[in-house]
Each structure stands twice: as structure tokens, then as C-alpha cells.
Nanobody
Framework: VQLQASGGGSVQTGGSLRLTCADI????????MGWFRQAPGKEREFVAG????????EYADSVKGRFTITRDGAANTVWLQMNSLEPEDTAVYFC??????????????????WGQGTQVTVSS
């Protein structure tokens, strides 16, 4: 698994961005996927996750109703649509993959592979 995240950028409050995470290693197995973010001086926090089947999703309370995670069927490509962005959303966003689990995984330590991160900056 080799994850590559893209789509970050700078927007004003209320703007939108769409992040993409692709498995350029083209692993033959579907994995649970997640997005995390880390702001300067803060710990990495869970943003959104999706099960290997795409049936289950979970969101952090701070992004519910604004962010949507989706995936490309059985492929390990996921997107994070971020709407109504706020300055508090400013962070480096990381995508991650985890081996099979029935539940969406919420903790960084539960993930096996990580992408390089993409910067999201929201200005007021």
C-alpha cells in the first residue's frame, strides 16, 4: 500500500475543498480508510473514516454535516469533500489505511499505512 494524498490548498471561510487519497501501490485488497488532521502544536485527530465496503462511515463531531467521505468501490481511493470550511479546519490532512475491520477505525494507532499529508489552510 502506498497512499498519496492531494487536493489541499488555501480557501476563505465558507469555502470548499475536495481531498483525494489514492493507493498508488494498487493493493489488491480493500482496506478501511480514514482521514486525520494535525494542526501545529496539536495531536493528530480523527476526521472521517469509511469501512472497506463503503457501507459504514464515521465523522468527528466537529465536521459532521460539513464533510463527506466516499470511496471508489473496492479500490483504495477515497475522497473527503469539505464544505463550509472554518479557520479551525486549518491543518495538515493525512489519509490512512487499515487492514480489515468490521467497524470504522477511529484511532491513529489502528491504521497500518499513511500518506504524506496535504495542507489545508482556511482564512477568515
Amino acid at each position: 500500500v502506498q497512499l498519496q494524498a492531494s487536493g489541499g490548498g488555501s480557501v476563505q471561510t465558507g469555502g470548499s475543498l475536495r481531498l483525494t487519497c489514492a493507493d498508488i501501490g494498487d493493493a489488491p485488497t480493500s482496506y478501511n480508510m480514514g482521514w486525520f488532521r494535525q494542526a501545529p502544536g496539536k495531536e493528530r485527530e480523527f476526521v472521517a473514516g469509511i469501512s472497506w465496503s463503503g457501507v459504514r462511515t464515521e465523522y468527528a463531531d466537529s465536521v459532521k454535516g460539513r464533510f463527506t467521505i466516499t470511496r471508489d468501490g473496492a479500490a483504495n481511493t477515497v475522497w473527503l469533500q469539505m464544505n463550509s470550511l472554518e479557520p479551525e479546519d486549518t491543518a495538515v490532512y493525512f489519509c490512512a489505511a487499515a487492514t480489515f475491520s468490521r467497524a470504522v477505525l477511529l484511532k491513529p494507532v489502528e491504521y497500518n499505512w499513511w500518506g504524506q499529508g496535504t495542507q489545508v489552510t482556511v482564512s477568515s
